[in-house]
């Protein structure tokens, strides 16, 4: 797994306006290209980038590229074969009032989320996060020790070429 070589740009550049390129970062690992060729290739399927994505967008990008993509369960983690990646999305605990002491929300669309939705994604038991880099240890990153604040992993796809 590598760091794509514009990462440090896209992340600051996309964090304006509680945006960000998350979603296209694990793209470009999973496809070992940079971020604006993601971005060109994503322009074509869905428009112009509007500084966040959709789950099955994401999906619909891979399967575009001939990758075989399959949603699994929270309860199927481990189930799959270690050289597959997998994109985790992850839901911050986060401190908006109104939805405090609420299950984490999101799954329809970030902007329903507790407080914010990310995504990493792991291959051979490293994970990658475009605001932390190459990391091994989940649980950490999970806990509070990654971005700052506590975190559950609610879905994940399976991405097999």
């Not at 929300?105 to 880099?133: D, P, Q, R």
Request: aromatic share 14%; hydrophobic share 35%.
């Amino acid at each position: 797994m590598k760091i794509p070589i514009d990462n440090k740009i896209a992340t600051e550049y996309y964090l304006q306006d509680n945006g960000g390129i998350c979603g296209q970062s694990c793209l470009a690992v999973i496809e070992k290209r940079s971020i604006s060729d993601i971005l060109k290739d994503w322009n074509k399927y869905f428009g112009v980038f509007r500084g966040w994505s959709k789950w099955k967008e994401l999906k619909q990008f891979l399967e575009n590229k001939n990758y075989q993509v399959k949603l699994l369960r929270k309860d199927s983690w481990g189930n799959f074969n270690k050289e597959d990646f997998i994109i985790c999305r992850i839901q911050w605990l986060g401190n908006n009032i109104e939805k405090m002491g609420k299950p984490f929300y999101g799954y329809g669309h970030w902007t329903e989320a507790s407080a914010h939705t990310h995504f990493i994604v792991l291959n051979n038991n490293k994970f990658f996060c475009n605001e932390m880099g190459i990391f091994e240890d989940l649980e950490n990153y999970l806990d509070g020790k990654g971005i700052s604040q506590s975190g559950v992993i609610t879905s994940m796809m399976r991405i097999k070429k």
